[in-house]
């Protein structure tokens, strides 16, 4: 049964207006709400992703970050009773309409977890395991993919030498940008990353950041961190959420350094959460 429950404080700067030089709009969610069954998760969420950019969405635990996140390729689909209402738009086609073909549209997004999952096979075919679901069996193009893909997840240095190797036996950061490398194998437009680091050390972590700062430009980047100082440093936008709804959106260092409101200032300043 969907129960409307209305959030009682205001948003603000949640809808994009382009800026000058904006490669445009990616993503747009617009009053989006999610039920799991009867409880309600995300509230009338209205947000702009820039096409290029680095998004960050922060806020506390079970505030819905990565609900939201999930939204947006539709990997909440399979939950038993999960509802929504509003949309999420991607290059101006509601992802919710039914006859979005899923399959295809989550290939135009890549998805990368908390916990880096590569599959018990080796390193290049952990790379080439999209484009073989998708029957292609050319060698070359095959070839050409594991050494592109590793290059871009900032990789194949550390592994062309063992590419035959099994890749559990890789570094848990190794791993990371292992499935980086798969999910950039299919050629996505999108790459959503739930907490990519929280199970890496700092080392690993900030290789992750610096690969992520070198994906800006080629790839819109969606990430969940619950690490501010991360969310500072790699993103260019910033979705502050709290309790299903996002507060306030815009540009990282408005976040930071100017927040307009008392909430996000108390979060980012870590005075709750
Ligand atoms: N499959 C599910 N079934 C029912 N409730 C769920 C499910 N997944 C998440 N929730 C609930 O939805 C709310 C938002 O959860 P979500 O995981 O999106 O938050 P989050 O901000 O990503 O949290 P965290 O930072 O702890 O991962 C929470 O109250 C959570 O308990």
């Known amino acids: 049964m969907k129960e409307k ?4 404080w205001e948003t603000i700067e949640t809808v994009y207006h382009p800026k000058k030089g904006a490669k445009g709009i ?6 989006f709400s999610l ?30 970050k990565s609900t939201l996140l999930r ?3 539709r990997m909440n689909d399979l939950i038993d009773g999960l509802n929504i209402d509003g949309e999420i738009r991607l290059d101006g086609t509601n992802i919710y309409h039914r006859d979005i073909d899923v399959i295809a549209l ?22 080439t395991y999209p484009l073989k679901v998708d029957g292609i069996r050319d060698r070359r193009i095959l070839k050409e993919t594991v050494e592109r893909a590793l290059k871009s997840a900032a990789l194949w240095e550390e592994v062309k ?18 499935c980086i490398a798969r999910a950039i194998a299919s050629d996505p437009e999108i790459l959503l990353m739930d907490e990519p680091c929280s199970a890496l050390d700092p080392i690993a972590t900030s290789k992750i950041e610096d690969l992520i700062d070198e994906l800006r430009g080629q790839y819109t980047i969606a990430i969940v961190t619950h690490n501010m100082q991360q969310a500072a440093r790699v993103s260019d936008n910033t979705a502050f959420m709290y309790l299903g709804k996002i507060v306030e959106y815009g540009k990282t260092s408005t976040i930071f350094e100017a927040p307009k409101s008392q909430r996000t200032e108390d979060y980012v300043t870590g005075r709750f959460g």
């Open 26 to 31: 990616s993503v747009e969610v617009e009053r």
């Open 161 to 178: 030498d063992r590419l035959k190797e099994n890749a559990m036996g890789m570094s848990g950061g190794q791993q990371q940008r292992l």
């Open 35 to 64: 039920w799991y069954g009867a409880k309600q998760a995300l509230f009338e969420n209205t947000m702009a992703i820039e096409r290029g950019l680095v998004t960050a969405l922060i806020g506390p635990s079970g505030c819905g």
């Open 5 to 8: 429950i209305h959030q009682s």
């Open 106 to 127: 989550r290939k135009r997004m890549g998805m990368v977890f908390q916990k880096p999952n590569p599959f018990p096979m080796s390193i290049a075919e952990n790379v």
């Open 71 to 73: 939204s947006m390729n």
